[in-house]
């Protein structure tokens, strides 16, 4: 099942310009996290935040986490034409003897005009 | 380079027909995984795999099967039970779970399968 909803759903700015996009999840999690796709490929990893934690960086990205809000957002600082991807928000579910599984959401469609 | 192949790229078949698609990891990972993504959709789990010999269902296994005979590949056959199985299928790996720790994905580039 899918617990991670993403909003919005598509999001067009433009170069220079911040982008910010939202998770929300539903059960108690171990971590999440935020990966990117470009059209056609495989995911990557961005960055991981674990529950116990509520703000992270790297380079351009800052994640947050509100455990009681159940909701995350990743913030792109001054974005580029080369951010246009679909970014998605994975989340690790708090139960144990889950195997390593994550819980997907839909994805936001970001397209950077330069 | 280190990293997940998967192969091929683009697969056609005929409805009724069985398929199996690639996956191989270097990366000495112990977990591994296959998702299916529909299009403008997120990523739903078919099967995973903690350790060579053992693989458990994920949300959606109905009309697939895998095995993990070996640590770096896990092959995934989409069988002519699946209603709808044209998609991009994406398969991923990870270190071992270890307590409560769960460590990043990582993916290999997709096959986007098309059956007629």
């Known amino acids: 099942s899918q617990q991670g909803e993403e909003d919005p759903q598509a999001l067009s700015i433009q170069e220079g310009e911040n982008a910010t996009m939202n998770c929300s999840y539903k059960?108690?999690?171990?971590?999440l996290q935020w990966y990117r796709q470009n059209s056609g490929r495989g995911l990557v990893h961005l960055i991981l935040?674990?529950?116990?934690?509520r703000e992270k960086h790297s380079g351009r990205l800052r994640v947050t986490l509100d455990t009681s809000k159940k909701s995350s957002s990743l913030l792109i600082t001054a974005s580029r034409a080369a951010d246009t991807a679909s970014y998605f928000c994975?989340?690790?579910?708090?139960?144990?003897?889950?195997?390593?599984?994550?819980?997907f959401g839909q994805g936001t469609e970001l397209s950077v005009k330069p | 380079d280190g990293g997940i192949t998967q192969s091929p790229k683009y697969l056609f078949r005929k409805e009724g027909q069985n398929v199996t698609l690639s996956c191989e990891q270097n990366?000495?990972?112990?977990?591994m995984y296959w998702y299916r993504q529909d299009p403008g959709q997120g990523l739903r789990l078919i099967y995973y795999?903690?350790?060579?010999?053992?693989?458990q269902k994920g949300d959606i296994a109905e009309g697939y099967s895998v095995s993990r005979e070996k640590k770096e590949s896990f092959p995934l056959t989409v069988t002519s039970a699946q209603k709808n199985p044209t998609a991009f299928y994406l398969c991923?790996?990870?270190?071992?779970?270890?307590?409560?720790?769960?460590?990043?994905?990582?993916f290999g580039p997709g096959t986007r399968l098309t059956v007629t």
């Open positions: 991923a790996s990870s270190r071992v779970l270890r307590e409560e720790e769960l460590y990043e994905q990582y």
């Open positions: 059960t108690s999690i171990n971590n």
């Open positions: 935040i674990r529950s116990n934690e």
């Open positions: 994975a989340t690790a579910p708090a139960t144990y003897n889950q195997g390593g599984k994550l819980i």
């Open positions: 990366l000495n990972h112990d977990a």
């Open positions: 795999s903690q350790i060579v010999n053992d693989f």
